[in-house]
């Protein structure tokens, strides 16, 4: 380390202590980034799909071995970084082509880097800086292993320097300074903290004089739905084959999180059976405009951007026809009553939503965290992960590799029309393994909980002990709220 550095053996014990969480953000980011350029190659070179199966960076963080803050002139803080990675990460990916699928996986990645960070611009708010720029002050050294169909590619020498210079050469390329890599923190967080606060009705009704971009045929369009500041997946409507004035009336609820600054997205596409799908238009809908209770039928002219700058907006793309109304949770329903009951009348307030076809009795949300778990083991190799099985829907965690007690802290939603008072949610921990190009799988404890006491009480927050599993105990985190 060079003497101008100082070290920091108390950011690597706060890093150490964040990293599930950091972890957690990053693998978003990366998901995010990702699967961006993913969809740049789907429909090229005969590939029909890229997707990630497993993507953890493991329970190993970085360390900072040095820092230095730089002196500037400008309203931020610069700091240099001697850091350096040998994780535990556990990344893979199944790339379809024709109709057979290869697995790509990444293990032992390393990395030794000097980094650039710079806390830009200061602001009277906390964290007291808007954003954090990271750049790279030289080449990186990066060491990685890569398997296809579970063989080390590697392990050829000739190809092993090829590509780890390629990769060395393309990262710095990407984010070697000044070029940066900008995180956003104000504007994301105010979204991303914030929890669960109503639900969003959506109908999307039809389209009018869409846009015909086949050849021999007409468009067969569908509509993406997403709310700006999840990282949800976006809903979709059928496909309306040949029409390019459909009819769909399909209704989707969408969990709101900020009624204020979130904002509903339109995008309608036109399905192809081979190659990237066409683009057709899109509109959006400001939450903001929306009156709690109210049922409010909308239909938008399609645009090419939301840029009023873009040129191609001036052509027609057709009209949508959606109705919304946005439905807060009883708890959180007074910071809205203002715009909703001017009256003061309650019950009569109550009477006209009904009129509105939304129950408000019974139906919500469930909110299942899964926290972590402790003294899970396996007759073989542990890769734990946590199965969520809930009225027929299936979800699950991360797989973390190597442990006995992996920590996931996600959270799954579950958006109900009747309260849950006599059901049962099964959560089952597994653990799963490669073997001769067979993936096998072993249970390693459940639990069966009875929801009636999450829905009587808003909360439950416990450990559990496993069933068949010797000392096995996770923690789970359940919510109920109400509409």
């Known amino acids: 380390m060079s003497p101008d550095y100082e070290r920091v053996d108390w950011v690597n014990r706060i890093i150490h202590d964040m990293w599930p969480y950091l972890d957690k953000a990053v693998r978003g980011i990366i998901k995010s980034s990702a699967e961006a350029t993913f969809a740049e190659y789907i429909g090229q070179y005969c590939i029909k799909s890229i997707c990630f199966e497993r993507l953890t960076l493991g329970n190993i963080p970085p360390k900072i071995h040095g820092l230095k803050a730089q002196e500037s002139k400008e309203n931020e803080l610069v700091l240099d970084l001697a850091l350096r990675w040998a994780g535990n990460s556990d990344i893979a990916l199944v790339i379809k082509l024709f109709s057979l699928q290869f697995q790509v996986e990444l293990v032992d990645f390393q990395i030794s880097s000097a980094t650039r960070v710079v806390l830009k611009p200061f602001v009277p708010t906390f964290p007291c800086f808007s954003g954090i720029a990271v750049s790279l002050m030289e080449k990186p050294k990066i060491d990685f292993g890569l398997r296809i169909m579970g063989g080390d590619v590697m392990s050829i020498p000739v190809f092993y320097q090829f590509v780890q210079e390629i990769v060395a050469r393309q990262v710095a390329k990407l984010y070697l300074w000044p070029q940066t890599y900008d995180i956003d923190i104000l504007e994301d967080s105010i979204v991303a903290t914030k929890k669960p606060v109503g639900i969003l009705h959506v109908k999307v009704v039809r389209a009018r004089k869409l846009l015909n971009m086949d050849f021999l045929t007409t468009s067969d369009p569908y509509v993406k739905l997403s709310l700006t ?255």
């Open 229 to 483: 500041g999840e990282r949800l997946s976006s809903k979709k409507t059928s496909v309306k084959m040949n029409n390019l004035n459909p009819e769909w009336n399909e209704d989707f609820k969408m969990t709101v999180k900020d009624p204020v600054s979130q904002i509903l997205q339109l995008h309608l596409f036109d399905w192809e059976k081979v190659g990237a799908h066409d683009y057709l238009g899109m509109q959006v809908v400001p939450l903001n405009m929306l009156t709690p209770y109210e049922k409010k039928a909308l239909t938008l002219d399609l645009v090419n951007s939301m840029d009023s700058n873009d040129r191609h907006n001036k052509k027609p793309r057709g009209q949508i026809t959606v109705e919304t109304t946005f439905v807060p949770f009883l708890e959180d329903s007074k910071q809205f009553s203002g715009s909703s009951d001017s009256t003061g009348n309650g019950s009569s307030q109550n009477e006209s939503h009904n009129h509105d076809n939304i129950s408000l009795c019974g139906s919500g949300l469930l909110l299942v965290t899964v926290v972590e778990a402790k003294d899970v083991e396996g007759k073989y190799q542990n890769n734990p992960y946590a199965t969520i099985l809930f009225g027929g829907d299936r979800r699950k965690t991360q797989s973390i590799k190597k442990t006995r007690n992996p920590y996931w802290n996600e959270e799954f939603e579950f958006v109900l029309d009747e309260a849950p008072v006599k059901e049962v949610i099964h959560v089952e921990v597994m653990s799963k393994r490669r073997r001769f190009g067979f993936m096998i799988k072993e249970t390693l404890g459940h639990v069966d909980i009875n929801l009636g006491d999450v829905v009587c009480n808003g909360r439950i927050n416990e450990k559990y002990n496993l069933v068949n599993s010797r000392d096995g105990i996770i923690h789970l985190d359940i919510r109920w709220k109400v509409i």
